[in-house]
């Protein structure tokens, strides 16, 4: 790598993670490219060299806390399904208190004004594949509609072990954990449900029954 490749990944490094203490402090929705510019100890318009638009300064950060979150999932190799489901269940909800900043980038309220592109499409897809693959053969009956079996049908390809009805079915669930914790990091479980650890741990097995997978 030469010098000035070097030069700008290192700019470009340091704006991400100036984009980052924004995020935390303030959302995403708040973020500004003249303070990241300010802080970095640059020219407003030089943060434009390296990210056109704030949004596609957001769309990196949101890529990259998939990216995150995908990582730090937990292993389920040689674990039974239902086993693998509490262990995946429980590795996104430490992941989204540990840096909660970042789970409400990708699953909090939308920004105003940012459409997310095409490529966080797979970035998305790659935290929701580890929950597909423990998908049933066969769905609960709620999930029995065709529209859905048709709907989901173009993932049998990915995910062969698993019907369109029973990739709803997970998907649905997964849904109902991302609901959950954002209930939980929003502060709405505070007076009845808080500490939230129990109440998780009874819709995890709601779930492991829901899905067949005990």
């Known amino acids: 790598m030469g010098v000035r490749d070097e030069s700008r990944r290192q700019v470009t490094a340091a704006i991400r993670a100036a984009a980052r203490r924004q995020i935390a402090e303030v959302g995403g929705g708040a973020l500004s490219m003249r303070a990241i510019a300010r802080e970095v100890g640059l020219v407003s318009s030089a943060v434009y060299r390296y990210f ?3 949004e596609a300064l ?4 949101i890529v990259e806390s998939y990216g995150n ?11 039974a399904g239902a086993e693998a489901w509490r262990t995946l269940g429980r590795g996104l909800r430490a992941w989204a208190r540990s840096v909660p900043h970042e789970f409400q ?18 970035a998305a ?3 929701a594949e580890p929950f597909l693959r423990l998908a ?5 009956d709620a999930f029995g509609d065709p529209v859905l079996a048709d709907q ?10 698993a019907d369109g009805a029973g990739l709803a079915a997970v998907l649905a669930e997964l849904a109902a954990l991302i609901g959950f914790i954002s209930l939980e990091l929003s ?3 505070v007076g009845t449900a808080d500490p939230a650890d129990a109440l998780y741990e009874a819709l995890l097995s709601r779930q492991v029954a829901t899905l067949g997978l005990a």
């Open 187 to 189: 502060g709405h479980f």
């Open 52 to 54: 056109p638009t704030r």
């Open 152 to 161: 989901f049908g173009a993932l049998g390809t990915t995910f062969p072990d």
């Open 105 to 122: 980038l990708i699953y909090g309220t939308p920004i105003p004004g940012y459409v997310a592109p095409p490529e966080t499409v797979p």
């Open 58 to 61: 957001l769309t990196a950060m």
């Open 136 to 140: 049933p053969r066969s769905a609960p």
């Open 125 to 127: 897809a790659a935290v």
């Open 69 to 79: 979150l995908a990582s730090a999932l937990p292993a389920t190799e040689g674990l």
